[in-house]
Nanobody, 122 residues
Framework: QVQLVESGGGLVQAGGSLRLSCAAS????????MGWYRQAPGKQRELVAT???????NYAESVKGRFTISRDNAKNTVYLQMNSLKPEDTAVYYC????????????????WGQGTQVTVSS
């Protein structure tokens, strides 16, 4: 029914920047919160940032002041601007949509993208 497709990952030196994008495709009427999570090797997946349809933002303490989440509701797309990257930001970054309503009237919960690798070299 819906696909979340991430882009923008890559390899960057410490102190550099990357911008991730995630577009949700399908017959979508509305999306509640969208967000970014990450998983480093040997670690659990953790929240990076979320944003509601109304624009309320939430960040992990470790990225506050460095990362900025935004979204374009008309395009069903969420972005993550990552500045001042550190080696500890290295992880696979996953896009999430917590609740999607379709034009058909049906709905679903907790959708994930396939992930995009971010590697920060020291």
């Amino acid at each position: 029914q819906v696909q979340l497709v991430e882009s923008g990952g890559g390899l960057v030196q410490a102190g550099g920047s990357l911008r991730l994008s995630c577009a949700a495709s399908g017959s979508i009427s509305s999306i509640n919160a969208m967000g970014w999570y990450r998983q480093a090797p040997g670690k659990q997946r953790e929240l990076v940032a979320t944003i509601t349809s109304g624009g309320y933002k939430n960040y992990a303490e470790s990225v506050k002041g460095r990362f900025t989440i935004s979204r374009d509701n008309a395009k069903n797309t969420v972005y993550l601007q990552m500045n001042s990257l550190k080696p500890e930001d290295t992880a696979v970054y996953y896009c999430n949509a917590d609740y999607i309503k379709y034009y058909s009237g049906s709905y679903g919960y907790n959708y994930w993208g396939q992930g995009t690798q971010v590697t920060v070299s020291s």
